[in-house]
Structure formats: C-alpha cells, structure tokens
C-alpha cells in the first residue's frame, strides 16, 4: 500500500482519486516485447552480418588467416558496411529485414513518425557502442518500454506495427 501524502489525508482523497497523466503529446505506445527485438536482432544477424562477414573474411581479408593476422581491420570492415546497409534500410522503410519480419519498425520518440536520417545513422552508429559495452544491449531486460542504450542516446523507440486496416 503506498504511504499516504499529509496533504491526501488532510483534503480526505486517496491516490486512486488522481487520475494516472499521461506524458504530453505522446499516445500510448506500444514498444516492441523483448523477445521480438531479439528474434529481428538474430534475423539481421543472419541476413545482413554474414553476407558482410562473409564478404570480409574471403574477399577482402583473405581468408581466416588474414582476418585473424588483422583483427581489428576486419572488425571495422564488417561493422562501417553493416551501420551503412541498417541506416540505409531504417531510413527507405523503417525496418530492417529483420524487423519487418516480426512486424516492428523505428519511430522518434517525440513525433511518432519515422526519424530523420541523421538520427538513424547516429543510432546505428552507437549500436555498435552498445555492442561493446555489453550493458547497452543488455538494459533493454531491465526497462519496461525495452529500449536499448542507443534507443536512449538517440531518442528512438521500436514498437509492434500496427496492423494495416
């Protein structure tokens, strides 16, 4: 039971008299569950990480040798293509294939409507950032809207498609 206000008791109201506000000029919204951003996560994962690693690890590099001989330059390699290629989808559709497939797609937080081009490509780019800090992937089982750390960086939500009528 929550502890009463010495206002609350002196004026005779209670907390369930207040009606719950929601935040000005937002509509109720319903973000993605975490288990359909993991399953678009694993999605892209297959279908956009490892044609690019696939590309890097043998065309590019070489072979396994030549990316394990170079690391770090194989890893930006795949990453600067894979923030070009999910920016590149984001801002045509909204999606990724992987959102599409589990019907999510990427708003701004303060419109509503599809974020500019700058805000995807700072998202993507700080996904990779969150990637490395583990945390920031990790954050999004600890929130209720399921937001990532690039999600907060750069005020963007991913929600359930609504359906077409």
Same mark, same amino acid.
């Given at each position: 039971?929550?502890? #009463?206000? =010495?206002?609350?008791? #002196?004026?005779?109201?209670?907390?369930?008299?207040?009606?719950?506000?929601?935040?000005?000029?937002?509509?109720?919204?319903?973000?993605?569950?975490?288990?359909?951003? !993991? #399953?678009?996560? &694993?999605?892209?994962?297959?279908?956009?990480?490892?044609?690019?690693?696939?590309?890097? !690890?043998? &065309?590019?590099?070489?072979?396994?040798?030549? !990316?394990?001989?170079?690391?770090?330059?194989?890893? &930006?390699?795949?990453?600067?293509?894979?923030?070009?290629?999910?920016?590149?989808?984001?801002?045509?559709?909204?999606?990724?294939?992987?959102?599409?497939?589990?019907?999510?797609?990427?708003?701004?937080?303060?419109?509503?409507?599809?974020?500019?081009? =700058?805000?995807?490509?700072?998202?993507?780019?700080?996904?990779? &950032?969150?990637?490395?800090?583990? !945390?920031?992937?990790?954050?999004? =089982? =600890?929130?209720?809207?399921?937001?990532?750390?690039?999600?907060?960086?750069?005020?963007?939500?991913?929600?359930?498609?609504?359906?077409?009528?």
């Amino acid at each position: 039971m929550a502890k #009463k206000r =010495f206002r609350e008791v #002196k004026q005779g109201k209670t907390r369930e008299e207040y009606p719950k506000k929601e935040p000005a000029g937002r509509a109720k919204r319903h973000y993605a569950s975490k288990g359909a951003k !993991f #399953k678009a996560f &694993l999605t892209d994962a297959f279908m956009l990480v490892m044609p690019i690693m696939y590309a890097v !690890f043998y &065309l590019v590099m070489g072979g396994r040798e030549g !990316f394990a001989a170079h690391k770090a330059l194989g890893w &930006l390699y795949i990453l600067i293509p894979l923030v070009i290629v999910q920016t590149a989808f984001m801002y045509r559709t909204g999606q990724t294939p992987g959102y599409r497939a589990y019907d999510l797609t990427l708003i701004d937080e303060n419109t509503g409507e599809k974020p500019s081009l =700058f805000i995807i490509f700072f998202r993507n780019a700080s996904a990779v &950032l969150s990637l490395f800090t583990i !945390f920031g992937w990790l954050m999004m =089982f =600890f929130r209720k809207d399921a937001k990532t750390l690039h999600d907060l960086l750069s005020n963007t939500a991913v929600i359930q498609k609504p359906l077409a009528k």
